[in-house]
């Protein structure tokens, strides 16, 4: 159970709301003059069976106990959750000392670098570990620069010399720079390595990365994850090449020397992965910089790889997964007074640099810094090194290899943003494989224009599975629509949820923006579309799903969403962006998501029909005549959602 359920569990909504209105018993529910606007005649309702509210006057709006206090009080998500938590006894993460834990990393990750950079100044072993970086190229003002060090051998200098500032073990083995052994005893985790220090993209200290200088242990370790420190979030040498970025777009190596070389040899644009295949969150990162300001072009994104290493990889060659490339595509498209825009056409172009035969980039760069320059220049679209990669590494003499090769190209296709060159790819796909097009997209579950073809793949937009929910009918709508029922999770809004985090496409605004409250009334993903299928935050009844959706309408990317969210609704987020969804196209995606749109819609009307059921049962004769237009127009919009 969230805390959010915790809260609703403890709480009922008529304590809360009856702290501001003089409600009154009516039938099923409690009626009284609604508090956000003036009238005479109480249109406002409470419903204890379902712990909701709604005004069905001038407000037309509703929510559970958590929307009524954020409204009432003018209070954010996050102000709102303190208020409610402290009332229905429930114990909050205390953030002031997330930060406190933070910054004490921060802290001394700074005085471990101070210290591995004077052990590098240093005679004896020091003068050996300048004499390796020298040899590798590296001249003083570099090494200088990236404030390169040097980690003792002895397992102690470190920790003493930590614990002479004032930190504890404890706060060390947080950090990352100690680690505790089986008897209970604390050592240096890094021992007579070359110390590599790693900046985030916001320029803080959040790790290091240590090379052996001998045969013992991994040649290369880095610090363990913490609340600072995670590879699949940073990338090496970006606090340091956002500027070159924006403005030449950006090359991504795999190693710490090939980043330092290639910014020692001018190439300011280059940044590391650390060893690893690029992350949907390092993807997220470098969408938000490749794009130049106030231009529209998307800009370059080129990853450098050895062909050879790149093919023993990922299947995705370089990227983590298909994610990592439906990562890079939303952009932000611009604003307009206090809205801002979304497309995914301009995604930036993606290529992969295919480096001779045993030579890393820094090797190259040293050697001729022409020739780097030509290998960036003439790097190949992704989706063509991936038909190199897997044509040469699997045997499609045999069914088997050809499904092999069929199975790691299609979410790769599905993840290509235009329709016209995912077609280009799957028919360039079924002739590499010598087989009809019927039998690919038999084979990859791929609909055709009427449809689904391959049904029992449950891949087609009405098909029932785990995370795209289907047509619920009616009898078991009637027992599960109750928006505040006491449930986890909301399957039909994480699906839709799940949709426009991966497609910002479908959150163009209207073109009313916002209401006269600030709230963002509503997102339709083109104008064509018409009216039939926007997705408004009524729709949500769940307030994390809610908060998420209003916050993403303001975020440009992932990262600043995250930034903007409370430590509950992160989870929240991260739960969402893990939720699988089946391959498909942008023209599947799209009926999906209309599909989807219009199921929460039909779900939202039928909620509001049984709240005026429960409304008028006890109203007067002059009451229900007073509502009769707005119990038409009620009715008309359902039997036109039911009409689609």
């Known amino acids: 159970m969230t805390v959010i359920d915790d809260i609703k569990g403890r709480l009922d909504i008529l304590d809360v709301v009856s702290r501001y209105a003089n409600l009154q018993r009516s039938g099923r529910s409690y009626k009284a003059n609604c508090p956000f606007h003036t009238e005479r005649t109480p249109s406002f309702h409470v419903f204890p069976e379902r712990q909701s509210w709604r005004c069905f006057g001038a407000c037309a709006t509703g929510g559970d106990l958590f929307s009524f206090l954020m409204r009432i009080e003018n209070l954010e998500f996050g102000e709102a959750l303190k208020v409610l938590a402290q009332q229905a006894g429930v114990t909050l ?93 604390y050592r240096d985790l890094f021992r007579s390595r070359l110390m590599f220090p790693i900046w985030d993209a916001e320029g803080r200290l959040a790790g290091f990365g240590g090379r052996a200088l001998d045969d013992s242990g991994p040649k290369y370790l880095n610090s363990p994850r913490s609340p600072a420190f995670d590879k699949g979030r940073i990338l090496y040498a970006m606090h340091l090449a956002k500027d070159a970025v924006r403005e030449r777009g950006i090359v991504i190596v795999e190693g710490y020397m090939d980043a330092i070389v290639a910014h020692q040899g001018g190439f300011s644009n280059v940044v590391a992965s650390m060893g690893t295949a690029l992350t949907q969150h390092q993807a997220s990162l470098v969408r938000g910089l490749v794009r130049k300001p106030g231009s529209s072009d998307p800009g370059d994104v080129i990853l450098a790889l050895d062909p050879d290493d790149a093919g023993n990889k990922a299947t995705s060659g370089g990227l983590e997964s298909e994610s990592s490339l439906n990562a890079l595509q939303t952009v932000f498209k611009g604003r307009v007074g206090r809205t801002n825009f979304y497309e995914r056409p301009d995604s930036p172009s993606f290529r992969v640099a295919l480096l001779p035969h045993g030579k890393d980039p820094d090797e190259i760069i040293l050697e001729s810094p022409e020739e780097w320059t030509r290998l960036v220049a003439n790097a190949v679209p992704f989706m063509d090194y991936l038909f190199a990669v897997y044509s040469s590494s699997e045997d499609l003499s045999t069914p088997q290899g050809k499904s092999r090769v069929a199975d790691k190209f299609k ?13 280009h790819y799957f028919q360039r796909l079924a002739a590499l494989l010598e087989v009809s097009d019927a039998t690919l997209r038999a084979s990859l579950g791929r609909p055709g ?10 891949t087609g937009p009405n098909r029932t599975t785990r995370s795209q929910p289907g047509r ?30 991966r497609d910002s496409e479908f959150l163009h605004p209207d073109g009313h923006g916002k209401n006269g409250s600030g709230e963002t009334e509503s997102a339709g993903f083109t104008e064509e579309a018409g009216d039939a299928y926007k997705l408004r935050l009524e729709y949500f009844q769940r307030v994390d799903n809610r908060d998420v959706f209003t916050n ?20 929240h987020l991260e739960h969402l962006l893990t939720k699988f969804l089946p391959p498909s196209d942008r023209k599947q995606r799209e009926a999906a998501f209309k599909d989807c749109v219009r199921r929460l819609e039909e779900r939202y009307l039928r909620d509001l029909k049984r709240e005026e059921g429960m409304r008028l049962s006890e109203a007067t004769v002059e009451e229900v005549e007073e509502q009769g237009q707005e119990i038409l127009q009620l009715n008309e919009r359902l039997k036109k959602v039911y009409g689609r």
């Open 449 to 458: 224009p009427g449809g689904p073809s391959n049904r029992d793949r449950s």
């Open 93 to 185: 993460p205390e953030k002031r000392e997330r930060k406190d834990e933070n910054d004490a990393i921060y802290s001394i990750n700074e005085a471990s670098r101070e210290f591995f950079s004077g052990l590098l100044s240093s005679g004896g072993r020091g003068a050996d570990a300048r004499a390796y970086l020298l040899e590798r190229g590296l001249e003083q003002g570099t090494i200088e620069r990236f404030q390169l060090g040097l980690s003792p051998s002895d397992g102690e200098s470190l920790r003493r010399h930590l614990a002479s500032k004032g930190y504890t073990q404890e706060q060390m083995a947080l950090a990352g720079v100690v680690t505790q052994g089986r008897n209970g005893s």
């Open 411 to 423: 979410l790769f296709i599905a993840a290509t943003p235009d329709p016209f060159e995912q077609d």
């Open 552 to 571: 993403w309408i303001r975020c440009s990317t992932l990262d600043t969403l995250r930034d903007s969210l409370d430590e509950e609704l992160k989870e």
């Open 472 to 501: 619920v009918d009616r009898q078991d709508q009637d027992t599960t629509a109750t928006p505040f029922a006491r449930m986890d999770h909301d399957p039909l809004e994480e699906y839709c949820m799940a949709l426009i985090l």
